[in-house]
């Protein structure tokens, strides 16, 4: 019988960081304009074999769904009953395409969001996340918060996650990532922002709009 609310953590394959807030907080704003939680955050993009089959993330997932659930919730968890944070790329990618965004990055692959709240204290504050450079040789260095150049998106690493078990507002039985730390392994091509232009759409219509009363 599996231990009853067993704490995974475990250690990702290497991917491709797609987006970060590992040195400063991140809220996310809901449609309504609602500020989400404050939280150190994590997008990064994987090949689907790297998470999915035995051996991979998914086996840390299931290992903790038994767990917290009993041996009927892997059933569940294979015929999709249970919300797990492993996203679908294509989909993702199909998403950001319609909404006029880039999604080379994610197409193909399979995507992970983690986060926390708490820094590389432990606590509920600023201050950063654990985060590290691959060293010359082969060792984890501290980045250090203030200069964080090295950490951008498109670079390769890994990160140390727990897997926490919870039910949704709906009921449903879900799973999530818990970040705990991120290592950089690679530098990698630096994905970019997007186009800004439309940011000044409002101000180019005004400034059009003064010139045509001007000329009348």
Not at 22 to 42: C, N, W
Request: proline residues 4%; charged residues 25%.
């Amino acid at each position: 019988m599996a231990d009853a609310k067993k704490k995974i953590t475990v250690t990702s394959p290497v991917g491709r960081l797609i987006h970060e807030s590992l040195f400063k907080k991140e809220a996310f704003t809901s449609p309504g304009g609602q500020p989400g939680i404050p939280k150190y955050k994590v997008e990064m993009a994987f090949d689907p074999e790297q998470v999915r089959g035995k051996g991979t993330l998914e086996d840390s997932l299931i290992e903790a769904i038994v767990s917290e659930w009993g041996p009927g919730a892997e059933d569940m968890y294979l015929d999709g009953k249970i919300t797990v944070p492993l996203k679908d790329g294509d989909t993702m990618a199909a998403n950001r395409v319609a909404n006029g965004k880039g999604g080379d990055a994610y197409e193909g692959k399979i995507v992970i969001r983690a986060d926390t709240q708490f820094n590389h204290r432990g606590d509920n504050a600023e201050g950063g996340l654990s985060v590290y450079d691959l060293g010359a040789d082969g060792e984890a260095v501290a980045v250090d918060p203030l200069q964080h150049d090295c950490i951008y998106r498109g670079i390769y690493g890994r990160m140390s996650v727990s897997v926490g078990c919870y039910l949704d507002n709906s009921g449903r039985k879900a799973t999530k990532f818990y970040l705990n730390a991120f290592q950089k392994t690679s530098d990698g091509d630096a994905i970019a922002s997007g186009d800004k232009a439309s940011a000044f759409a409002p101000m180019a219509a005004a400034a059009g709009a003064a010139r045509t009363t001007a000329r009348g």
